[in-house]
């Protein structure tokens, strides 16, 4: 027999009591687990940007047109590596109502300038570069529509139209590409830029925005003013702002995401410390005799105090690891669905969650059981033993 | 064959505050108890039995005087040299057996043995001598609800003998049971006296079960009136 | 039989401060469970409010198919003039009522974070104004065709920097002025920027196009003539429903989001409030079963002394939902925010804590009160009375 032994005889004693304060403890930290990985996975995106890759919009608003020839005039700029353009395509597949993202990209430059991002494997790359009406679909979306290699897929757009009179595009599917991250999204198709653009009816010759590497993050500020002041006072004015501050930007339009959920978690845990709290405190009480009996055997006070303060550190642990084990579960059942895809592709439950939730297990074990350890610890054994 | 005193208590003041009132228990107390007496503690209630009880268990302290062990006083030790003191020579009887419900009779009885260096094998070896000794081996894995009151302080008695302490100290061992059981119990303390020397000192209300002890002392209004029982 | 209930359903309630912190502990949980739900309902209301009041019977939406929304949409000049000889859509002297748009987005800064927002920028004509009933002017006046002036809706001045009455504000390459700030009623336009429609297509190089057209219908609610012609017509490829319609559907995604959010969580933290009340009103029990087993023995029945321990978990979770409604409201009742709607627009919208909204709460308090009652409550009157009297010993 061990102390480990005597402290979870002690907290099994209730029954109940011990389900009940259990359950409660994994409610918050399924809380914890689930909250946490949504509110991580929209952040993701500004976490997965790159430091040297820097986007350049239209400074009305990115929803504007840039003109086809600023990309050749952007590679020129010193301190560019290299540049690509992106057109936002908006996808569906004709006939279900479910929509994902598409874009009609450059493909000689677009895998280049995302290549710590994306991962193809080369073959399928080469493929994809020589077929006009070929598309690169990520993996998730892949998955969850079943497309393998070879498909002829027909992607509608929801925006544009092509100049057959449909808005129907047929593409075969040269490659699957993986996300370098597991948090990466992969939920997007890309296809060439000259067949979307020779055949749509908008107009010719213009770019959605325009995605950069600089040859090293240090010259980004220098590197974005030069591309803003080459077309300042021009028809179509850029901003050029790195990736980072453009997906935090827009993130930040959703509203105080993250407040939201802070504080619903931290509301969560603060009820549970009452509760878990208050149970210890009674726990102990009842058991003050024993407390006191162990002391005659030559339990000194400092051992008992360890004891109750195993206790309800064992408590917590149990709670907290059967939450998370159980968020684990839920959010990898969650980032199934087809509307948790579109919108948050990066869900999963990542490891500085799990760090952070087992610093709090410790937290609430402390915090519940150090009143209930000072008092046996200060436990006068003759009060406690004359009581009848 | 000289017995040297292995409980002096000089000079033993013992007040507490109730309320407004401050009552005295004890006024210049003085005691010797040599090694392997059987001492029965009796007197009405208030007289401070239990406190001297507590007070030699190192549970309690006097508010003045010594009370010395084996020479050195055990007034002076903090709170963790008298629990490590106790665990080293003192078992403890109580009237409602104090043991923990939820667990079983030998795990009961090894508990004293976790605060010394032994492995599992030989806190094994101490529990099983203790149990056999009462005469409970059977009954090891039974749960403190499945036995009965003399078999409950049987195991409490396994419990205060397993770390083989010199010092046994009850309270009312026998009264929460009946006539027959009591007299298993005090048989069984008297052994425990005769045959391994352990000092008892056990206070009671019992006449029948002051009869196994050694020397009788009554306590009233803080004082001692010796009553001499042959050995 | 009810005067035993009614004394010892108060001798429960009265010794609740003895288990003060434990029972503290039941109130705050359901108050914390309660707030949480209210919050989410006042903000899917709110946000549901603000979008179906945006959407009228009486107009049509017209356009291209597969269009999520406006900003998605394209409308040619022929289109327009096909589709607005349909019937079904409403005429007087100066031809068919219909208002084509065009729909853009801007940016804005939110006056309190400065953080960078999407404002939609609305191309409208006299027409469309005149579509628009529940619109008026409330400070300044109109914009003048051909001019580069604007006019804001409420919402947008009081929450975006930069719109009062009298400025000029960078939009696109030009500069704007305002001269005037607008109310919809509530709507979803109260949100938005409107000037005249050639003038932004010039300025934004939109040529001939609009994204959408409005057209008052000749029978309220019913598109059915529109949709004949649509489908008769190849170069008519549009989409076509009631304003009330297109708006109700936007408003879905957010609304959804914000209710299957809102509920399962509010019902996982109910479970574990659940858990709390469970606990406490257990401890309840076991600290006045000496009580409990008295009564017993004197002779009361069961029933009353079920309904005790019933009662007093229903006190303290119903105290609890006050306090989260309580809570919830002086936080959140009227607070106005914004999101991103469907356009990746802004779309300001109150908390509406109604009576719908609240009376969920306390009903959600209830069913914790109720549940964590009911198993303590069995126990407490199947109580034998000699255990009870053995454990309060």
């Known amino acids: 027999m061990s102390d480990l032994y005597l402290v979870s005889k002690n907290i099994a004693r209730n029954k109940l009591r011990l389900v009940l304060n259990t359950f409660a403890i994994i409610i918050a930290f399924l809380l914890f687990g689930v909250l946490g990985s949504i509110n991580n996975a929209f952040n993701a995106g500004i976490e997965l940007s790159a430091d040297d890759r820097l986007v350049v919009v239209n400074k009305i608003n990115f929803t504007q047109p840039l003109p086809l020839s600023y990309v050749e005039k952007i590679r020129a700029v010193e301190g560019v590596k290299q540049a690509t353009h992106a057109n936002w395509f908006g996808a569906y597949v004709e006939g279900s109502k ?63 139209s092509n100049m057959d009179g449909s808005h129907v595009w047929d593409m075969v599917v040269e490659g699957i590409f993986t996300g370098a991250e597991s948090q990466a999204d992969t939920n997007y198709l890309l296809f060439h830029y000259k067949y979307f653009i020779e055949t749509q009816t908008f107009g010719s010759d213009w770019v959605g925005w325009i995605v950069l590497n600089t040859t090293d993050p240090s010259l980004n500020d220098q590197v974005a003013n030069a591309i803003d002041e080459q077309f300042a006072n021009s028809f179509h004015e850029t901003e050029t702002s790195s990736e980072k501050q453009f997906n935090k930007s827009f993130l930040e339009q959703l509203g105080s995401i993250g407040l939201i959920i802070t504080s619903v978690v931290a509301a969560a845990f603060f009820t549970l410390l009452l509760i878990v709290g208050n149970s210890m405190a009674l726990a102990i009480r009842e058991r003050t005799r024993e407390i006191a009996v162990l002391k005659t055997l030559g339990f000194s006070a400092k051992h008992v105090f360890r004891l109750v303060l195993s206790e309800s550190l064992l408590l917590a642990a149990l709670g907290g690891i059967l939450g998370l084990l159980l968020a684990q579960v839920l959010v990898q059942g969650i980032s199934q669905a087809p509307q948790i895809k579109n919108m948050l592709p990066n869900l999963v439950l990542t490891s500085d969650i799990f760090i952070q939730a087992v610093v709090y297990i410790v937290v609430l074990g402390l915090i519940t059981g150090i009143v209930p350890a000072y008092r046996a610890m200060q436990l006068n054994i003759v009060d406690a033993l004359s009581r009848r | 064959m000289s017995e040297s ?139 403190p609800k499945e036995l009965s009151g003399g078999q409950q302080q049987r195991v409490a008695i396994a419990r205060a003998i397993v770390t083989d302490p010199e010092i046994l100290l009850c309270d009312e061992p026998t009264g929460d049971l009946d006539r027959n059981t009591a007299t298993q119990i005090m048989e069984m303390l008297q052994t425990l006296n005769r045959e391994f020397n352990k000092t008892i000192i056990m206070v009671t209300h019992d006449p029948e079960a002051a009869k196994y002890s050694r020397r009788q002392l009554h306590l009233d209004k803080g004082q001692f009136t010796d009553l001499e029982t042959a050995a | 039989m009810f005067a035993q209930i009614t004394s010892i359903i108060s001798m429960n309630i009265r010794s609740i401060p003895q288990r003060f912190w434990m029972s503290l502990a039941t109130v705050v949980a359901v108050a914390v469970v309660v707030a949480v739900l209210l919050a989410f309902l006042a903000m899917a209301n709110g946000f549901r409010t603000t979008l179906q009041g945006s959407g009228s019977d009486e107009l049509a939406i017209l356009l291209r198919t597969g269009s999520q929304a406006e900003i998605n949409s394209v409308l040619m000049r022929e289109q327009i003039n096909v589709v607005s000889e349909s019937p079904g859509i409403a005429r007087d002297e100066q031809g068919p009522l219909i208002s084509p748009e065009l729909y853009l987005i801007v940016d804005g800064k939110k006056k309190d974070s400065q953080i960078k927002a999407n404002l939609p920028f609305r191309g409208i004509d006299e027409r469309g104004l005149e579509l628009r009933p529940n619109m008026r002017i ?173 009662f007093e978990s229903l006190v303290l979770a119903l105290l609890g939902g006050l306090l989260g409604a309580v809570a919830a409201y002086l936080f959140f009742d009227g607070l106005t925010t914004s999101t991103l709607g469907s356009s990746f627009t802004q779309v300001v919208f109150r908390f509406d804590m109604n009576a719908d909204v609240l009376l969920n709460g306390v009903i959600l308090a209830l069913v914790i009160g109720f549940i964590g009652g009911f198993f303590p409550a069995l126990r407490a009157a199947r109580l034998p009375v000699l255990l009870a009297f053995a454990a309060a010993a």
């Open chain 1, 98 to 160: 479910i929509f994902f993202a598409g874009f009609a990209v450059d493909p000689a430059t677009y895998l280049d300038v995302y290549a710590d991002y994306l991962t193809v494997e080369s073959t399928q790359r080469q493929n994809w570069q020589q077929n006009r009406q070929g598309v690169l679909i990520g993996e998730k979306l892949a998955q969850t529509f079943g497309w393998k290699m070879g498909d002829r897929i027909p992607i509608s757009s929801n925006i544009f």
């Open chain 2, 5 to 143: 005193a292995l409980f002096e208590l000089r000079n033993i003041h013992k007040e507490f505050i109730k309320g407004k009132e401050k009552i005295t228990i004890f006024d210049d107390l003085s005691l010797n108890l040599k090694k392997g007496d059987f001492i029965a503690i009796m007197g009405p209630s208030g007289s401070g039995k239990t406190t001297l009880l507590n007070m030699l268990g190192g549970v309690d302290k006097p508010s003045r005087g010594q009370i010395l062990f084996n020479g050195s006083d055990i007034t002076k030790l903090s709170e963790g040299q008298l629990a490590k003191w106790r665990a080293d020579h003192v078992g403890f009887i109580f009237q409602f057996y104090n043991l923990m419900p939820m667990l079983s009779a030998e795990r009961n009885v090894e508990l004293p043995l976790l605060l010394k260096n032994l492995s599992r094998s030989q806190r094994k070896k101490h529990v099983n001598a203790a149990l056999s000794l009462v005469g409970l081996q059977d009954r090891a894995g039974h749960q």
């Open chain 3, 138 to 310: 409330v400070q300044g006046r109109m914009f003048e065709p051909g001019k580069n002036e604007i006019v804001v809706g409420e919402a947008i001045q009081r929450e975006f920097s930069g719109f009062e009455v009298g400025n000029t504000i960078q939009l696109g390459r030009a500069q704007w002025q305002v001269v005037g700030v607008f109310s919809a009623g509530g709507s979803i336009f109260d949100s938005e920027l409107w000037a005249d429609v050639r003038t932004v297509q010039n300025q934004f190089e939109r040529g001939n196009t609009v994204q959408i057209v409005r057209a008052k219908l000749t029978t309220p609610g019913d598109v059915t003539a529109i949709e004949e012609t649509i489908k008769s017509d190849q170069r008519l490829n549009l989409d076509v429903k009631t304003e009330k319609a297109f708006y109700q559907e936007q408003s879905q995604g957010v609304s959804d989001l914000i209710f299957y959010l809102g509920w399962p969580l509010a019902i996982a933290m109910a479970l574990g409030a659940l858990a709390g009340a469970l606990n406490t009103m257990y401890n309840s029990v076991a600290q006045r079963s000496g009580e409990i087993a008295t009564l017993r023995a004197i002779g009361f029945p069961g029933l009353p002394v079920f309904f005790g321990t019933l």
